[in-house]
């Protein structure tokens, strides 16, 4: 079972495999969507290779999580605490 981001579950084929991304890979489960050629990325993979997701109305970043903090933080942007090991 995948559960999607309104929190919705629907049956789709997983299968062990190692990903990669940025010049760094991870083993992780991966969801099949057969006869599709879209990619949907999910909070795991956001957290497995430690990545933040920024978006505007016209763009979507992936920024190392570390260089996001350090950008973050000098701006003076103020945090709040969403889990362990979290600003």
Request: one cysteine or more; aromatic letters at 6%; proline letters at 3%.
């Amino acid at each position: 079972m995948a559960t999607m981001a309104d929190g919705s579950r629907i049956a789709l084929p997983t299968a062990l495999a190692n990903v990669s991304f940025a010049n760094r890979s991870h083993q992780g489960v991966v969801t099949l969507v057969p006869n599709e050629t879209i990619c949907l990325v999910g909070i795991d993979f956001l957290r497995a290779f430690k990545l933040a997701l920024i978006m505007t109305h016209e763009q979507i970043w992936l920024m190392d999580e570390r260089e996001f903090e350090r950008v973050a933080l000098n701006s003076g942007a103020k945090f709040v605490n969403t889990g362990p090991g979290k600003l």
